[in-house]
């Protein structure tokens, strides 16, 4: 027979446990509007696209928002409504590939636009509109953002409020670096997708870019595009303008800029020293 020590423990273990479930349960349940919400902005998007031009400022504009706003929502997932690691890199991984899927003629990033400009492939002119394009969704999706955190929409958007803790966990260097790498690694696929077969890059490119959430994630946030920092990170409190430029701005254009050095300049360089002949690279 139990004695009145055992019961108790037993009886504390069961609480606790009830407790944890419903934490768990009450966590899901806040998660539901926001999960809704990726879809429904996938859909919104996919209307608003229609009989646009690819490659022209109006698709940029519309994929750009896509993008960002339905990286706020996945923001708000795994921030303020802390919900599972699994789930969190999950939905990267799955929207991720939506958006390759879905915005297919969009640059979706101010370094590809810039990397375009600096291989030859657009005109400043080109540049210029696609840069403003991408910075005017940025600001619209965060302009939506505390829209949607001013409505009775989910408890879990009323807990974020208008405000946001910054992305920044490091030093500005290092911050700057891990953003560096992110946008270097992330370039290099581009480079190197040619080489999969076409029905696997998107594949590729979401575990890429799930791997980097994965691993940078907890000290910048790992965003690696200046567009998503300045929706998600320019105004949120415990930082400035000129830190973030430096982190979310500078450090990814410099890492396109050292791909682009060795994919373009580098590599091609030590073919002709080398005399060797170009091998063809198949990424199963």
Same mark, same amino acid.
Request: some cysteine.
């Given at each position: 027979?139990?004695?009145?020590?055992?019961?108790?423990?037993?009886?504390?273990?069961?609480?606790?446990?009830?407790? *944890?479930?419903?934490?768990?349960?009450?966590?899901?349940?806040?998660?539901?509007?926001?999960?809704?919400?990726?879809?429904?902005?996938?859909?919104?998007?996919?209307?608003?696209?229609?009989?646009?031009?690819?490659?022209?400022?109006?698709?940029?504009?519309?994929?750009?928002? $896509?993008?960002?706003?339905?990286?706020?929502?996945?923001?708000?997932?795994?921030? !303020?409504?802390?919900?599972?690691?699994? /789930?969190?890199?999950?939905?990267?991984?799955?929207?991720? #590939?939506?958006?390759?899927?879905?915005?297919?003629?969009?640059? #979706?990033?101010?370094?590809?636009?810039? $990397?375009?400009?600096?291989?030859?492939?657009?005109?400043?002119? =080109?540049?210029?509109?696609?840069? *403003?394009?991408? /910075?005017?969704?940025? =600001?619209?999706?965060?302009?939506?953002?505390?829209?949607?955190?001013?409505?009775? !929409?989910?408890?879990?958007?009323?807990?974020?409020?208008?405000?946001?803790?910054?992305? #920044?966990?490091?030093?500005?260097?290092? *911050?700057?670096?891990?953003?560096?790498?992110? =946008?270097?690694?992330?370039?290099?696929?581009?480079?190197?997708?040619?080489?999969?077969?076409?029905?696997?890059?998107?594949?590729?490119?979401?575990?890429?870019?799930?791997?980097?959430?994965?691993? &940078?994630?907890?000290?910048?946030? =790992?965003?690696?595009?200046?567009? !998503?920092? #300045?929706?998600?990170?320019?105004?949120?409190?415990?930082?400035?303008?000129?830190?973030?430029?430096?982190?979310?701005?500078?450090?990814?254009?410099? *890492?396109?800029?050292? &791909? !682009?050095?060795?994919?373009?300049?580098?590599?091609?360089?030590?073919?002709?020293?080398?005399?060797?002949?170009?091998?063809?690279?198949?990424?199963?």
């Amino acid at each position: 027979m139990a004695g009145p020590g055992l019961r108790g423990r037993r009886a504390s273990i069961h609480t606790q446990a009830v407790a *944890g479930t419903r934490r768990q349960t009450r966590a899901m349940e806040e998660a539901l509007v926001p999960l809704l919400l990726l879809p429904g902005t996938l859909g919104l998007c996919a209307l608003a696209r229609r009989g646009l031009r690819p490659g022209g400022p109006a698709l940029e504009l519309v994929c750009c928002f $896509q993008l960002c706003a339905c990286t706020q929502e996945l923001w708000l997932l795994g921030v !303020v409504g802390r919900v599972p690691a699994a /789930l969190s890199l999950s939905l990267t991984y799955l929207m991720t #590939l939506a958006h390759t899927w879905t915005c297919a003629g969009a640059l #979706l990033n101010p370094t590809g636009a810039l $990397q375009q400009l600096v291989v030859g492939r657009a005109s400043v002119r =080109a540049t210029g509109r696609a840069l *403003g394009c991408q /910075l005017l969704a940025a =600001a619209g999706a965060r302009l939506w953002a505390v829209v949607l955190r001013g409505l009775p !929409v989910s408890a879990l958007h009323a807990r974020a409020g208008v405000g946001c803790p910054t992305s #920044l966990q490091t030093g500005l260097w290092h *911050g700057a670096g891990v953003e560096l790498a992110c =946008a270097f690694t992330l370039q290099c696929t581009v480079y190197l997708l040619p080489a999969a077969r076409p029905q696997h890059r998107a594949h590729w490119m979401a575990l890429v870019v799930t791997a980097m959430v994965y691993a &940078a994630g907890h000290l910048t946030g =790992a965003m690696f595009n200046p567009a !998503v920092a #300045l929706s998600l990170n320019f105004f949120c409190k415990g930082t400035n303008i000129s830190d973030n430029m430096f982190v979310y701005w500078l450090g990814p254009i410099a *890492g396109m800029i050292l &791909a !682009v050095a060795l994919f373009d300049h580098i590599f091609p360089t030590l073919k002709r020293l080398t005399g060797g002949e170009t091998g063809t690279l198949k990424i199963d």
